[in-house]
């Protein structure tokens, strides 16, 4: 029976994973050279919600969209109760400090303090939208450094970042919580305020409990080992969330999976072992952008590569890898590792969806679907949500 390798403990994990899908996937999208728009792109956030509830129907994988502000200003009492219409709530928002031209020079760091409070009101205003959403956390990733050196006093832009965020985590109730996500370049080329783990790791711990890093899995130089830093965030109490993606060479925002599948299971693996699966505190979420392939789907199967990479994760003998670790034998280690690693789960996931009564296939069913097809038909002037609106 296909579906046996997947135990009750593993379908009882696997049934509670929920991963939460940016607003900004299902928009326009590209880079500095070109954006091609793809018919059917939603108009305002209430389309971008109804597409990615389309997610959720296929996958029971996606019950919450994170938003962006202001890309996704609107009612937001209405907005939630469509939300809620179409199956999913609003998840994460996330604040914006790169679009404006008073930030050149910073936003929460910027030397000049009426242009930090503008940035400090930004994420109050931002507060005030989790309030009416219900929404948990607030992101913050800041497009903030210099280009060369000599052009900025480091130490002066992290103590004024501490005291900006200081007001921001001031302005959080009992149950909302910050998440800071580092990046280790990008717009800024020398240096980066927030450029990695530890550096969040710093300023959120100075904030306080509902401080937490948020790790983007695209913001790392090449080579680096990210399931460590998992490990030691999980460890240390303080990974608050995930934007997974995949990259070939700097921020792609390619589908989860996709560039390095080795890697994703690496890093789930590390979540499983340090306790942060169906953990509250360890939201997944996707920062993706779909520049040439469309953004349902496109979504879809990254949701479907992190639950079968999850599932292969839960697959490792944790019994036989503690025994060769502990005897020293290294061969039979990494032997049990690459053998989760290694064995299609595929089926078994296909079989589990359909005694589940869903579809075996959420690609082939969304195709089916007829969706495509009608939002090219009914939608036309699609907004270029993303980046760059
Ligand atoms: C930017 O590189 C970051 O990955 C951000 O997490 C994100 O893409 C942006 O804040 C969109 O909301
Ligand atoms: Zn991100
Ligand atoms: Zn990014």
Partial sequence: MTMSILTPEIRAELEKQA???PSWAFGNSGTRFKVFGTPGTPRDPFEKIADAAQVHKYTALAPAVALHIPWDMADFDDLRKHAEDHGVALGTVNSNTFQDDDYKFGALTHEDASVRQKAIDHHLACIDVMDATGSRDLKIWLAEGSNYPGQADMRGRQDRL???LEKIYARLGDDQRLVLEYKFFEPAFY??????????YAQVSA?????MV??????HAPGTNIEFIVMQLLRLGKLGSFDFNSRF?????LMVGAADPFQLFRILFEVVRGGGLNNPDVAFMLDQCHNVEDKIPGQIRSVL???????????????ALTAAQRSGDVLAANAVFMDAFYTDVRPALAEWRESRGMDADPMAAYAASGYQEKIAADRVGGVQAGWGA
């Avoid at 240096?191 to 969040?200: C, E, K, M, Q, R």
């Fill in 305 to 319: 590569n992190v639950q079968e990479m999850t599932a292969r994760a839960l697959l490792v003998d944790k019994d």
């Fill in 207 to 211: 904030l306080g409990e509902k401080a």
């Fill in 214 to 219: 948020c790790l983007d899995t695209g913001h």
């Fill in 162 to 164: 501490h005291e900006s």
């Fill in 191 to 200: 240096h980066t305020d927030v450029p990695d783990w530890g550096t969040s």
């Fill in 249 to 253: 060479y700097a921020d792609d925002d």
């Fill in 19 to 21: 991963i939460e899908l």
